[in-house]
């Protein structure tokens, strides 16, 4: 496996609405593992983002399309330009593709077509969902890269380095500029959310005349002012993630939450002695206290965690220690798989693999007894309101996603005079629930009498 990045280069001209288009096509770029590159040289292929609004606008346009085929040869156009292809197609008949303004679907498939992205399930923080883009009323936010940990199981740190944090007031302006272009909810990711700005030593940057350290609960303090969901994924069960649950509880900017009560926390197991063996902090009894605490300040907070079975040496006994502690966390969502060696992992060497038809019953176990739990906690709700994000209409459905949902790996909400109601993606609804099943709750949409 070739280890280097599609590298696509980027030129943006024209007005601030371009920029954020700009913005992004280069965030969903970075999120898909696109390096953005400088110069036409390094690049596979470049994205031109057009203006036309007047002629010398038109003039410049055309001459960075000819600057980037003469330079690179392979060209990809967009922006308000794009409006008018012929005269595109004139000038240049080389264009691999043409999209008007705001169009980021037509882009991102053209980027595809002759750039394959490439997913790999070991390395990636996005599903693997097919080629989709990302719906235009939520965006991923990622905020570092690499990570100082070196979890026994994982190649990730050798292939991508130690962290790299991106400075607190270029991840904010980034937010800022996607609120602007309608984005509702932000999907904060990194290889390790919590650890973020350890490398910089939390350097200071100011944002909207304010001081913001590069710290995980300074840059959900900043992500709060701009009033729509902020949710949390692969935050590393750190002391100090204690320090942001007070905000889930917490009114932001537009009655917001002012960050939503929501944890993706890869606890990976609960047996003290196979989280030594995986090299993860092994504080079980602690894990339970603090889920518990978290609890008492955010009640609403849904916990969605990944654990491995079957790793090296894990004994019935021990593999027994993590259904007990499934039964006391209570947890909202569960991901789990059996232990597989990845090539390169220093877990490779333990001693005392589990034969593959043990993990394979100890994963169906597991599973099991996590979806009567799962299934309890949405059946708790049934008789609630919640405050969900509407995705997409489908018939007379709306399809959403409560606070406790995050898109393409949790349930959904089933609204079912959504259409009648007149209900649009992107737009924020108090639902009735009505009822639920092992993933998903139903409802209507609640109107005041
Ligand atoms: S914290 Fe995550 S990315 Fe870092 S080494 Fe562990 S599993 Fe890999």
């Known amino acids: 496996m070739s280890l280097a990045n599609p590298k696509v280069g980027f030129v943006s001209l024209g007005c601030p609405k371009a920029l954020v288009d700009s913005e992004r096509i280069l965030t969903q770029l970075r999120v898909e593992g696109y390096d ?41 156009v967009t922006g308000c330009l794009g409006k008018k292809p012929e005269q595109i197609r004139e000038a240049h008949p080389g264009v691999l593709s043409i999209s008007g303004p705001q169009d980021y679907g037509s882009v991102m498939t053209a980027v595809h077509a002759a750039l394959p992205p490439k997913h ?25 890269e690499g990570c100082n940990h070196r979890c026994s199981f994982c190649i990730i740190p050798s292939m991508r380095g130690d962290l790299v944090s991106r400075p607190v007031d270029q991840v904010l302006r980034e937010a800022e500029k996607l609120a602007m272009g309608g984005v509702k909810e932000l999907l904060v990711i990194s290889q390790d959310t919590s650890a973020y700005g350890v490398d910089v030593k939390y350097a200071e940057r100011e944002w909207r005349g304010k001081a913001y350290q590069t710290r995980m609960k300074a840059l959900c303090e900043g992500l709060s002012e701009l ?15 204690d320090d942001i649950i007070p905000l889930m509880a917490e009114t932001g900017a537009h009655g917001m939450p002012k960050l939503l009560p929501y944890l993706d926390i890869p606890f990976q197991h609960a047996s003290p002695r196979v989280l030594k063996l995986m090299k993860r902090p092994g504080a079980v009894d602690k894990t339970l206290e603090r889920i518990q605490r978290w609890r008492s300040i955010a009640p609403d907070i849904a916990i969605r965690s990944t654990f491995i079975v079957g790793f090296p040496g894990e004994t019935e006994a021990e593999f027994e220690e993590l259904l007990d502690f499934l039964d006391e966390a209570q947890l909202d969502r569960v991901g789990a798989f059996a232990y597989s060696p990845v090539e390169g992992a220093s877990a490779n060497a333990l ?30 709700k049934v008789g609630t309101t919640q405050r969900c994000l509407v995705d997409t209409l489908d018939g007379e459905l709306a399809i959403a996603r409560s606070m406790a949902d995050a898109p393409e790996i949790d349930g959904l909400v089933q609204i079912q005079n959504g259409f009648m109601a007149g209900l649009k993606a992107g737009e924020f609804v108090d639902v009735e629930i009505m009822g639920s099943d092992e993933h998903d709750l139903f409802g209507e949409v609640a109107f005041d009498d």
């Open 227 to 241: 009033g729509i969901w902020t949710r949390l994924h692969y935050v590393y069960p750190y002391p100090h993630v």
């Open 36 to 76: 953005i590159v400088q110069s036409y040289d390094d690049a596979d292929l470049v994205v031109v983002n057009t203006c036309g609004f007047i002629d010398s606008a038109v003039t410049e346009s055309l001459d960075a399309i000819g600057e980037a085929i003469a330079e690179n040869g392979k060209v990809i």
């Open 351 to 380: 001693p005392d693999p589990v034969p593959e038809e043990v993990k394979q019953e100890r994963l169906a176990r597991f599973m099991e007894r996590q979806a009567e739990i799962s299934a309890a906690k949405l059946e708790a």
């Open 120 to 144: 790999d399930p070991f390395l990636d923080l996005v599903p693997d969902t097919g080629i989709k883009l990302t719906p235009k009323h939520y965006a991923y936010l990622k905020i570092s």
